[in-house]
């Protein structure tokens, strides 16, 4: 009687999500449409990485500044290249720095100021907010480059850019979490901080980068939502915060950290992409939209934890 | 085996269990377990890490369900689907693994779950009354003032397990387990406890007392019941059984219960190292202070294992920390001859120094993570990026092949192990770097004489490479058997360093009970 990991369970309900909205909605089931909801669930799974280490690393670790960051990469991007393809590098660059900056600044707080994670990252989200808002009083020139458009958007085999993106994104997380110090030191750091600095880790520095990394993904997710979305406005990354931490929940990580992975992560953001795609599809009002994805947190979240319970 | 001779004449048994088995997946804990212990009568559950005493402690308590046998109580069978109903027939236990909360007061979790009540509310003034009444028992025992108000947080382990048995007092039983109780209390609270077991036992209670400290077992109980493997192998009455015969038992007879017990007697005394006064000098403190730990000098050469005694919580676990660089202090260090000052575990672990906390739950263990990557925690550092994994698992293999760690495999959650287990992982995760200076906080807690033997040549065999030991143990058998010289900590302060002549256990008690002339301060 072994146990299915969460990540087996919420991809297996995001299948049958597919399929069973093929009951509802026979025209929904089809190859093009699945590869549409997965490259919607890319966006927000790659957003989600970063929250997805936050919340490994314990502690209340969670970031609350992840929207903002996102709608910051995405306007830096859209500012910086001007639309210019050969300064898609420059955007690169800066957009990378300026999200670490962003959780370098988080971490630091957290880690030597000692303020709780929701409250520096709830507070950084405003700040950032209020400073785009002051510097581009609504007016953002600037253009979206081919090249990025053509990256996200454009197919091989059939199957858009950011979906390969994502795949990529998710071994390179699996490596880092597996397979690196940093990773392994991530969990240790999560289940218990005196153990892990009593067996050597460096837990500060552990936490400071787990929320550079975090700044530093979202603002990637920014640059390539741009691509996707090929304009930028200034709520654009807020409606990702809270689906963000879904994802992660639904994906079996722990929100008291120390246990979970990316993959499961993966799996949560195609169950919540799904969910909305046929929610949407059969007009069904955002209220209803919420109140569903509230009922599959609970539910999946007391399997986990009925699951844990047998452990 | 002719191994059960059923006493004769005697009156029913208040509790008996018979045929008590228990899997996990693959793990068998119990396979054919019986006990019966009567009314008035100390029973010693006995076994090595991992023979299911522990499985055995929680099902008669209703925490856990067996998969098959029978259990009565009172002459009726007993069925127990959650421990709230075993309470209400007067069984309770003190779990090896404490179960308190940190952030309630003592009287809080004492009368958790049955909080006196009056015209509705918690009657906060009879739970305090009655909590300071409990812990009056322990009078004159306790290392740090303990009031029915005092934070569970701020308690060491020692005091921590006291109020577990005054939680369990309060529930007024009529079957006391007491699983491991006496791990990190120190020699003056385990007797204060005994005498109270004694007038338990007087009251008509019953017991079922386990431990892994074979005199103790000596010294209170009436009979003593062996689990090997899950099953009960044998039944003496203390009277009529020595100690070989129990470990015989215990292990299944054999070279591995020879070697157990020349480890229990003497342990590595035999390895002191020849001429170890003219060794170089590894540690060297000057007026080295901190919180409770008052100003001390002190010299440790290589290879030389100095054991740190006294009542339990006298500032010898502040002492190593300090050391290892996980709280301040104040005073020179100097190791191999360089001044350090460490501000951090990392760099004292840079420099080759290693610390076993004497708290496994709170500072040694990951319990949800794989054994695995508790005991390669410290050392990821030497397998490189990407890490190679098979290595890092070969390693762990060899050291829990060394420690003899039961276990189901690498990749399980260390919470899944059993106690001496579990504190067996939490030693191995230094084993494999050959540290200049150990740091032992009471390593044997819970750990069966087997793995305590195996241990101790461990030691002698680090000892033997030029690694230092400073030892701290709760067990002044052990301090004796192991160390060449034993400071006496009193208050923070070292008040007897005993050597030679005055290491002996006289010495040793009338310096940690703080009666003067036991030795040079
Ligand atoms: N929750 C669990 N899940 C899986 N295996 C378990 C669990 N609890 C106990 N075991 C296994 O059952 C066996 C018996 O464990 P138990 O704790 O009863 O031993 P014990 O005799 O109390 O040992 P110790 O002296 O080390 O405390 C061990 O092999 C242990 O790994
Ligand atoms: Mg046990």
Known sequence: MSRVPPAAVALLLSVALFFLAGLVQPNFVNA????????LAAFLGIIAAGQTLVIISGGEGIDLSVGAVVTLGAILTFMISGGSSE?????????????????????????????????????????????????????????????????????????????YLWALLGLLMWFVLQRTRYGRELFAVGVNRRTAALSGVNVSGVVVLTYTLSGLLAALGGLLLLGFTQRVFLTLGETYLFPSIAAVVVGGTVLAGGRGSYFGTMAGALVLTMTESLLRSMRIGEAYQMIVFGAILVVLLSVYGRQRERE | ????????????????????????????????????????????????????????????????????????????????SEPAQARRRGITAVYQELSLVPDLSVAENVWLGHEPVRRGGIDRRTMKGRTAELLASFAGVFSVPVEPDTLVDSLPPSERQLVEVVKALAWRPRLLVLDEATASLDARQVDRLFELVRGWREGGMAVVFVSHRMNEIFRVADRAVVLRNGVTV??????????????????????VAAIALEGHDAPGAAAAPPGATEAPVVLELRRFASGVVAPLDLTLRQGELVGVGGLQGQGQSRLLLALFGAVPHQGEVRLEGAPVAFRNPRQALRAGVAYVPGDRNREGLLPVRPILENL???????????????RARRDAAAVVADLDVRLASLDEPVANLSGGNAQKVVIGKWLSRRPKLLLLDDPTKGVDVNA??????????????????????????????????????QDGRVTATLEGDTLDQRHLVAAAMGAQGAGAA
């Open chain 2, 1 to 80: 085996m002719p191994d059960r001779d059923p006493p004769a004449s005697t009156p029913e048994p208040l509790l008996s269990a018979r045929g008590i088995a228990k899997r996990y997946g693959a793990v068998r804990a119990l396979e054919e377990a019986s006990l019966s212990v009567r009314a008035g009568e100390v029973v010693a559950l006995l076994g090595a890490n991992g023979s299911g005493k522990s499985t055995l402690g929680k099902i008669i308590t209703g925490i856990t369900r067996p998969d098959a046998g029978t259990l009565t109580f009172d002459g009726a069978p007993l069925h127990l």
């Open chain 1, 32 to 39: 093009a449409q699945a590869i549409n909801i997965v490259r």
């Open chain 1, 87 to 163: 300064r898609l590098w420059l955007a690169l660059l800066v957009v990378l720095a300026v999200g670490a900056a962003i959780g370098l600044v988080n971490g630091l707080g957290i880690v030597f100021v000692r303020i709780p994670p929701l409250v520096m990252t709830l507070g950084m989200a405003g700040v950032v907010q209020g400073t785009i808002l002051a510097v581009t009083r609504g007016n953002i020139p600037g253009g979206v480059p081919r090249a990025l458009a053509n990256l996200v958007t454009g197919r091989f085999l059939g199957v858009p850019g950011a979906i």
């Open chain 2, 376 to 390: 390669q925690l410290p050392n990821w550092r030497r397998y490189g990026t990407p890490l190679r994994m098979e």
């Open chain 2, 234 to 255: 044998g039944e003496r009455r203390i009277g009529e059984v020595d100690e070989q015969e129990l470990v015989q038992l215990m292990t299944g007879g054999g070279a």
């Open chain 2, 452 to 489: 305590k033997a195996e241990l101790y040549r461990l030691l002698a065999r680090l000892q033997a490479q030029g690694t230092t030991i400073l030892f701290h143990s709760s067990d002044d058998a052990e301090l004796l058997g192991l160390c060449q010289r034993v400071l006496v900590m």
